[in-house]
T-cell receptor
Framework: DQQVKQNSPSLSVQEGRISILNCDYT??????FLWYKKYPAEGPTFLIS?????DKNEDGRFTVFLNKSAKHLSLHIVPSQPGDSAVYFC??????????FGAGTTVTVRA | NAGVTQTPKFQVLKTGQSMTLQCAQD?????MSWYRQDPGMGLRLIHY???????DQGEVPNGYNVSRSTTEDFPLRLLSAAPSQTSVYFC?????????????FGSGTRLTVV
């Protein structure tokens, strides 16, 4: 059973607007949460992370929010740019050697 | 360029054939892992290694073997390919596996079993 879930397989947003990607998890032992970005025919690349002791982490246009009580995290991209069109994977770790991934959300940024 | 190199990029196998997917990294990372990506399933961990001579199973290990004789290489072997193993395979290495940070992925091997 998947411990990390991304229930929206796709998201379309206009250039310059905000993209909000959501992720839910079931394992309360996760203590690191991450977002990876993937372009076609390439491997995933690390985007941003957050520790379970924080509720927000910001890096330029990307902000990740963590709500531990709801077991929910989200990624905000502001403003969205054409180069942001990609598949975004939510991932989580229990500080062991196993990184669990969600199914991914395909983001399309429209001009 | 430093990174994770996977070969081949594409492969078609017949059911029952065997093959080895190659993975090499030049970053001196102790941790290496194999994932498969399937539609609607995300990336699922097959096997991982925390150093030469040490391997362990991930979430979906059945049908796959691994070994780690050097720090640089972590090959994935399919002993008898099945159509259910049609997938895109990614190898990754990391300097900080416990945090999920520092993962470097290869560009993937797209495998089709007919």
């Amino acid at each position: 059973d998947q411990q990390v879930k991304q229930n929206s397989p796709s998201l379309s947003v206009q250039e310059g607007r905000i993209s909000i990607l959501n992720c839910d998890y079931t394992n309360s032992m996760f203590d690191y949460f991450l977002w990876y970005k993937k372009y076609p025919a390439e491997g995933p690349t690390f985007l941003i992370s957050i520790s379970s002791i924080k509720d927000k982490n910001e890096d330029g246009r990307f902000t990740v929010f963590l709500n531990k009580s709801a077991k929910h995290l989200s990624l905000h991209i502001v403003p969205s740019q054409p180069g942001d069109s990609a598949v975004y994977f939510c991932a989580a770790s229990e500080s062991d050697y196993k990184l669990s991934f969600g199914a991914g959300t395909t983001v399309t940024v429209r001009a | 360029n430093a990174g994770v190199t996977q070969t081949p990029k594409f492969q078609v196998l017949k059911t029952g054939q065997s093959m080895t997917l190659q993975c090499a990294q030049d970053m001196n990372h102790e941790y290496m892992s194999w994932y498969r990506q399937d539609p609607g399933m995300g990336l699922r961990l097959i096997h991982y290694s925390v150093g030469a001579g040490i391997t362990d199973q991930g979430e979906v290990p059945n049908g796959y073997n691994v070994s780690r004789s050097t720090t640089e290489d972590f090959p994935l072997r399919l002993l008898s390919a099945a159509p259910s193993q049609t997938s895109v395979y990614f190898c990754a290495s990391s300097s900080r596996p416990g945090t999920g940070l520092g993962y470097t992925f290869g560009s993937g091997t797209r495998l089709t079993v007919v």
